[in-house]
């Protein structure tokens, strides 16, 4: 079977980017981060989204972003945004260079694992605007990707795939309804409660998309 690693926060989107991957006849190997993240409650998700699609190989690798800051999600001093996503605006809930580092780990782990994708669940529509979200960043890494690997340079390297990239939010919760993510054991919002704040960007979007889908929470 061939096999793929899944970057898995617990949250809608990137349940819903595991849940794919195993639709499309992968195996998968989930990788999951603790990075010095105000929501660390995501961690509960993610292990609770694993057990539930049958993943039985599953990584939690610290690495402490936090230690620097740079982001309200890393920074406790500072106030996560409640305004909802602004045009040309990067919120600061950008974590300074967070996907680069996971995807490195991920080739790495891909790699010695002989996984041939690497599925993401980033998307550029409905979301926030993170420069590390976009295809073009994509296409940059798969690059490199081919350049740094040692199956790259002998044959082909693990490819990234993002089957979300293009999708709206309503559209994920959508396809994550189809390919029976239970919604309730997701975790999306920034706050770091026990239960969602309901204020912060990431809840705003995800209750708007869960209303324009038509489900109740």
Not at 22 to 50: C, K, P
Not at 51 to 71: F, M, P, R
Not at 141 to 146: E, W
Request: proline share 5%; net charge negative.
């Amino acid at each position: 079977m061939k096999r793929a690693i899944v970057l898995l926060s617990g949250g809608l989107d990137s349940s819903t980017t595991a849940a794919q991957a195993i639709a499309e006849g992968y195996d998968v190997i989930a990788l999951s981060f603790r990075y010095g993240q105000r929501h660390e409650r995501e961690l509960q998700a993610a292990e609770a989204i694993a057990q539930h699609l049958g993943i039985t190989e599953h990584y939690t690798i610290d690495v402490n972003l936090a230690q620097w800051g740079g982001s309200s999600l890393t920074d406790f001093s500072q106030t996560l945004p409640e305004e909802g996503p602004q045009a040309d605006v990067i919120p600061s809930t950008y974590v300074p260079g967070r996907n680069t580092v996971f995807i490195a780990i991920a080739l790495s782990l891909a790699e010695a694992k002989a996984a041939e994708a690497i599925f993401l669940g980033i998307n550029a529509v409905d979301y926030s605007g993170y420069p590390d979200c976009r295809p073009e960043y994509l296409s940059a890494y798969q690059t490199l990707a081919n350049l740094a690997s040692k199956v790259g340079v002998e044959g082909k390297a693990p490819q990234l795939i993002a089957p979300l990239i293009h999708d709206s939010k309503v559209d994920i919760v959508r396809r994550a309804v189809k390919l029976g993510i239970p919604l309730e054991k997701t975790w999306s919002c920034y706050a770091g409660g026990e239960t969602p704040c309901g204020l912060c960007d990431s809840c705003q979007i995800r209750d708007r998309a869960l209303r324009e889908a038509g489900i109740k929470m």
